[in-house]
């Protein structure tokens, strides 16, 4: 079998999963045996990245939403300590080089739900200060910032100005669970290219969570990152997606000109995984997937990690 030239993991919960789970006691939540990614189970000698989410639920408002994200951002730093030998916690386009040639895993800090900054634009060197490197703006509902793809609102004044401070300070901006009203605001606010972490098509699958096809082509336009969400709802209509659809919609981001934009995100331990891709070891299986469908391992080793470890370096340089 044909192995990855690396794997570049833009979205999972697994930092926060013990949150609202039952986890093992005394292990590290980054090493959690069940959970669906755990560095016991990513295979050894693979060139990975994997950005870790602090999810902030939607009832997390304010004082409570920032303080929320501190506490997590705290058990994030003494994990990532106690696992160094593993996995290097990564803030530069240098580090993540570095790690990587030094044979460990890489990770990054991220967030899901700009209720972190607790409506504090001042927050935002907060976030960068602990080691965010990029903010899904909003979760389901409405936050500080925006709404979420459950609520029909736009941007706040305060959200128009969280953007532009996220992207002077270096935060990549993710419109992963953001409306569509929100999206379409957002090319008027955004001078940056963007990401969507965990986002499918909707021409293939029509979930509000994913994509419209005029959202694919403007973040083709902008230089944008999409990653492949593996739940089966945002995968196929009837809700029991699995690889043949992911790959469906490899093909429409593909037709829709994404072939330098498209990447992976999971969202593990976030969502309810088909069978042929439960688990961060299944992900590798992917790789000779597509080259069976027919793409180039050019093409295919982008999709897995050459594209966003691009943008990363650019976003992070």
Request: net charge negative; charged share 25%; proline share 3%.
């Amino acid at each position: 079998m044909k192995t990855a030239p690396g794997m570049f993991d833009l979205h999972c919960d697994t930092l926060t999963h013990g949150d609202h789970h039952t986890v093992t006691p005394g292990c590290s939540p980054l090493d959690e045996p069940l959970c669906q990614l755990s560095l016991s189970r990513m295979p050894a000698g693979t060139r990975w990245v994997q950005c870790y989410a602090i999810f902030i639920p939607d009832d997390k408002r304010g004082a409570e939403g920032a303080a929320f994200f501190d506490h997590w951002a705290g058990v994030f730093a003494q994990a990532a300590e106690k696992q160094s030998a593993r996995m290097g916690w990564c803030r530069t386009g240098k580090e993540l080089t570095e790690t990587l040639d030094a044979g460990k895993f890489a990770g990054l800090l991220t967030v899901e739900g700009g209720s972190a900054l607790g409506g504090r634009l001042e927050r935002v060197d907060t976030l960068w200060n602990a080691g965010v490197r990029m903010m899904t703006l909003t979760w389901n509902g409405k936050n500080e910032l925006a709404s979420g793809h459950d609520t029909a609102e736009g941007f706040s004044a305060f959200g128009r100005e969280a953007v532009a401070a996220m992207e002077e300070r270096g935060i990549v901006v993710d419109v992963s669970h953001l409306n569509d009203r929100g999206f379409e605001e957002l090319l008027a606010i955004a001078k940056k290219p963007f990401a969507a972490s965990h986002s499918n098509a909707r021409s293939v699958c029509k979930h509000r969570r994913n994509l419209p096809d005029d959202f694919i082509r403007e973040m083709v336009k902008r230089g944008g990152l999409i990653g492949l969400n593996y739940c089966q709802d945002f995968l196929s209509d009837d809700g029991r997606g699995n690889l043949e659809d992911l790959w469906r919609h490899v093909e429409r981001f593909l037709e829709l000109g994404a072939e330098q934009c498209l990447a992976l995100g999971s969202d593990y331990d976030g969502a309810n995984i088909h069978p042929d891709l439960d688990g961060v070891e299944k992900s590798l299986g992917i790789y000779p997937f597509l080259l069976e469908r027919g793409l180039s391992e050019e093409t295919a080793g982008s999709i897995l990690f050459g594209n966003a470890w691009r943008f990363f370096q650019q976003a992070l340089s």
